[in-house]
Structures are given as C-alpha cells and as structure tokens.
C-alpha cells in the first residue's frame, strides 16, 4: 500500500530546492524508492536536495544514508530549527513550506511524490 499523499501550498520562495524530513529515509521507506526518488527529482525537476533532520539526529541520519547510497543525489543535511526555503516532503504538513505528504516512500507512491513535487516546483501542469 502506498499511503496517503498531498500537497500544500504556502508560500514558494525556493522551488528548486526539496527538503525531505530525515524520518522519511527510515522503515517503513522502501530505502531504494526514497534514493530513486531523489535521482529522478534531482537536476531535473529541483537543483538541490537537503535531508532535515533534528541537531541530535545528524549524524545518524548521515551515516544511514551515506551508508546506503541514499546521499548520492542529496547536497547536505540541515537542521529542522533552521529556516531553508523549498518544497518539503514530510509525513505531516508545514505551515512554512509548500508541503508533499507521505507515510512513506515506496515504490506504489514514487510517480505520484514525483508528480507532486514537479507540480510544487512549476514543471508540470
């Protein structure tokens, strides 16, 4: 099953950059959907890829994904107190960022999430 996915706009300041909420890199994430995800988003529908993650959590999310491969389409990590702007993909909304939402990143959801974030970012229609 694929969840449940939306989006939200807000306020667009960044479309060329998709900040995806660190917990969507962990089970139940299919970890090779999340990093397909990010080679077909990025280059071609945003420039830069940041993974936000709580400031206790870096290194743990850095070392699960470099781990894993997960980094090679993503630019750096950020942490959620500090303001980056962008399109986000997050399980749950965020009142300052045009938001995709997902429970998870599998392959039943990765062409919707896709189209989701082509639309946010102005690529498609």
């Known amino acids: 099953m694929g969840g449940e996915v939306e989006d939200r706009v807000i306020d667009l300041t960044s479309p060329e950059t998709l900040i995806i909420r660190g917990e969507l890199t962990e089970p139940p994430t299919w970890f090779p959907a999340y990093r397909e995800l990010t080679m077909k988003l990025k280059g071609t529908v945003v420039a830069v890829i940041l993974i936000e993650s709580e400031r206790n959590l870096r290194d743990l ?6 781990r894993n491969g997960g980094r090679d389409y993503v630019n750096d990590l950020i942490f959620s107190d500090e303001y980056e702007p962008g399109i986000k993909l997050d399980a749950q909304h965020d009142r300052l960022h045009p938001t995709v939402t997902a429970e998870r990143i599998v392959p039943e959801n990765l062409v919707q999430l896709t189209h989701r974030v082509s639309v946010l970012a102005g690529q498609t229609h």
């Open 61 to 66: 999310y850095w070392k699960w994904t470099g």
